[in-house]
């Protein structure tokens, strides 16, 4: 009788190794379809974050791209604009230079109306006329008097100072209007043309 009971217990282990055998092979089926679809899951998050990664590339690729070209529209209309100011004032330099050298040569005269004058005696022949209507042209009731050469070139370099100043503060007004052109005051579509 003690050979059919090794029998059954050769049999039971044998059963219980192959059980056995049979779990672990399960279980690593199981283990190898979760480890699929976990790299399946990895792989898809990969994909989407590639494509995020490439959108936001895109959008910083226009983003750059439309910096550069405003830049450069920019820098175009700066460089119209600084020409145009070079030529304006070239323009105007050449000719205040030539108002102040005929006013300092008496070629050009300023002249002054005046409703009396009161000046030093002069005895005649002084360049002011004794009595104040002399110098009237037309109805006695106005007097002129002419500014001396030197004067009235000191006079035309003060002009010509406040227009130079003001020629800077429209140049500085249309460079503001350039690079920044939501500023307020500002013409909406402001071009380098707004110095005229």
């Not at 100011?85 to 102040?100: D, F, M, S």
């Not at 005696?121 to 006329?129: C, K, L, R, W, Y």
Request: with cysteine; charged share 20%.
């Amino acid at each position: 009788m003690g050979a059919p009971w090794k029998r059954y217990a050769a049999v039971l282990c044998l059963g219980a190794a192959l059980g056995a055998a049979g779990a672990w092979w399960l279980t690593s089926m199981r283990a190898s379809a979760d480890l699929a679809t976990e790299r399946a899951a990895h792989a898809r998050d990969n994909t989407r974050s590639a494509e995020a990664a490439a959108a936001a590339a895109a959008v910083a690729t226009q983003a750059a791209s439309q910096a550069v070209a405003t830049q450069s529209r920019q820098a175009q209309q700066l460089s119209q604009l600084d020409a145009q100011l070079t030529k304006e004032r070239a323009n105007h330099e050449t000719e205040n230079a030539r108002l102040r050298a005929d006013l300092a040569a008496g070629t050009r005269r300023v002249r002054l109306s005046a409703t009396s004058c009161a000046a030093a005696a002069h005895t005649g022949g002084g360049g002011m006329p004794d009595s104040p209507a002399a110098g009237a042209v037309g109805d006695d009731s106005a007097a002129s008097a002419e500014l001396d050469p030197a004067t009235a070139a000191a006079l035309a370099g003060i002009v010509v100072d406040g227009d130079r100043a003001i020629a800077q503060l429209r140049y500085l007004q249309a460079y503001v209007c350039t690079v920044r052109p939501q500023t307020a005051d500002c013409p909406a579509g402001h071009a380098a043309d707004s110095t005229q």
